[in-house]
């Protein structure tokens, strides 16, 4: 867990309108090139010689265009923050009961992804193209709560003036990073922003709490999968006769046989079933397993074993799909879309496009949104077994369709 330093923009003690007021001064002389009467505080002057450097327009900021709905909708699904929003909604629920303040949810490239208050919050918001979709990282708004935490990877609070576009001076906002507890990586942002006035010292531990408690959160349920992919793999690496260890997609391990025991092994690139040189194991041979990898160590014979992915249907019409990766095997019950799907990738080795498979699925190139989400709960079943741009089975899979 990582615990910062906050620094809140404003103290107790001060007026937020005589501060206002001084750092507007403060600004202009800056924007003029004229001596400033004070200076900003660091983590401000830095962020303004970014923006400055990537030639945002202190006057009107950015016109790109917000991303489009179905753009916001598979950045959702992508950023590993759905789960949390209850969490983060939850935790800060206080500050947009009944008030102008607003809470959103960013993903790490300072796209907004959710937003959280009441109406009149919300169509202010508008007026300032603050919606879903919209980007608020600095190279394209310059300096805010959003796009500044991100730049400098720690909980800021950005009060009136220190906003580097003139229109956000009557807002305060407050952000916090959010980090994958697996890889350390920015998952994106929380943050709260509303009237210059409301500015309160304390925001800023309130949002950077729940910025924490949402990533003891994602790290409670990451030890959650790693003990369900423990129960898999623990008798299969037992078992297997050589030395052998089962990790998940980030490297964490589950299970090991003959190996030194560590929490994690580096992962360059992504595990693909074969034989590849892993890290300090050396060459290895992967297979997949239902979350996870097996990672044994390899012999000097050849070796090219295919993931069976069978369909078998019942005489009452009841399909399943067993997987055979060779050291483990499974079964479940697939939805007559996800057999649907099974079929169609099946068909096309090559591959489907989101179009091309809302195509096939729906009759219309304008449905991938549902496709995705389908695809999204497939993956619970076969996992590391499906690629993605285009969607298709990984070239270890071999697909065994019914007889017709």
């Known amino acids: 867990m990582h615990l910062e330093t906050v620094e809140p923009a404003i103290t107790s003690a001060d007026d937020p309108r005589e501060f206002a007021a001084t750092l507007s001064a403060m600004y202009d002389a800056k924007m003029s090139g004229s001596r400033?009467?004070?200076?900003p505080r660091t983590v401000i002057s830095e962020s303004w010689a970014r923006a400055a450097d990537?030639?945002?327009d202190p006057d009107c900021g950015s016109d790109d265009d917000p991303l489009s709905f179905t753009a916001v909708q598979q950045r959702r699904a992508d950023s590993g923050l759905a789960g949390s929003l209850d969490t983060i909604v939850g935790g800060l629920g206080a500050l947009i009961t009944d008030s102008d303040n607003l809470v959103i949810v960013a993903d790490a490239s300072g796209h907004v992804l959710w937003r959280a208050g009441e109406h009149r919050a919300l169509r202010r918001a508008d007026r300032l193209k603050f919606s879903e979709g919209a980007s608020w990282a600095e190279r394209q708004v310059g300096t805010n709560a959003i796009g500044t935490a991100l730049a400098a990877r720690r909980p800021v609070q950005v009060f009136s003036a220190e906003h580097f576009v003139r229109s956000h001076h009557a807002w305060t906002c407050t952000a916090a990073p959010i980090r994958d507890p697996r890889t350390g990586e920015l998952l994106g942002v929380v943050d709260v922003s509303g009237p210059a006035p409301s500015i309160h010292p304390a925001t800023l531990a309130l949002v950077n709490s729940v910025a924490l408690l949402t990533e003891a959160r994602l790290r409670e349920d990451h030890r959650s999968q790693l003990d369900l992919?423990?129960?898999v793999g623990a008798p299969i690496v037992s078992r297997v006769g050589q030395p052998a260890m089962v990790v998940d997609q980030h490297g964490w391990v589950a299970a090991v046989n003959q190996l030194p025991a560590v929490q994690r092994i580096a992962v360059t690139r992504p595990f693909a079933a074969g034989r590849s040189v892993i890290g300090t194991l050396?060459?290895?041979d992967v297979e997949p397993l239902p979350g996870g990898w097996l990672l044994?160590?390899?012999?000097?014979g050849p070796r090219e074993r295919k993931v069976v992915v069978s369909v078998t249907t019942a005489p009452d019409g009841t399909a399943s799909v067993h997987v055979d990766s060779g050291a483990a095997a499974w079964t479940f019950r697939?939805?007559?879309?996800?057999?649907?799907?099974i079929g169609l990738l099946a068909e096309h080795p090559g591959?489907?496009?989101?179009?091309?498979l809302a195509t096939n699925l729906f009759g219309s190139p304008d449905q991938t949104v549902s496709a995705r989400a389908e695809m999204s709960r497939l993956r619970r079943h076969l996992r590391e077994l499906l690629a993605s741009?285009?969607?298709?089975?990984?070239d270890a899979v071999e697909v065994r369709l019914p007889t017709p």
Do not use: K
């Open 351 to 356: 591959g489907l496009t989101a179009a091309e």
């Open 334 to 341: 697939p939805s007559p879309r996800h057999l649907q799907i």
């Open 36 to 39: 400033m009467p004070a200076h």
């Open 282 to 284: 050396g060459l290895c």
């Open 296 to 300: 044994r160590t390899a012999d000097d």
């Open 54 to 56: 990537a030639g945002v």
């Open 229 to 231: 992919l423990r129960s």
């Open 389 to 394: 741009s285009p969607y298709r089975f990984i």
